[in-house]
């Protein structure tokens, strides 16, 4: 299953974590050096939740981000039987 928002379409992102060593130059050293670059994946942060679609009940796959500002309807909870 891809790891996509269903809502606002938000997926996995890459970019590099740069490993350096050395002291940076206003800290009083000679400057940082580079010593490896590995390809990272930035993943967001993907939910399954019930939530009217369409208007009816759905299982989708959303951001926490979406769910946060509103953009899923998820419905009125259900209240427990008296007793």
Known sequence: MSRVCQFCGKRVQVGNSIARRGLAKPKGGIGLK?????RRRFKPNIQNVRA???GRMQRVRVCTRCIK???VNKGLKKKAPAA
Request: charged content about 20%; overall charge neutral; aromatic content about 10%.
């Open 34 to 38: 580079t010593t490896g670059v590995t």
């Open 52 to 54: 009217f679609v369409d």
């Open 69 to 71: 500002s509103g953009k």
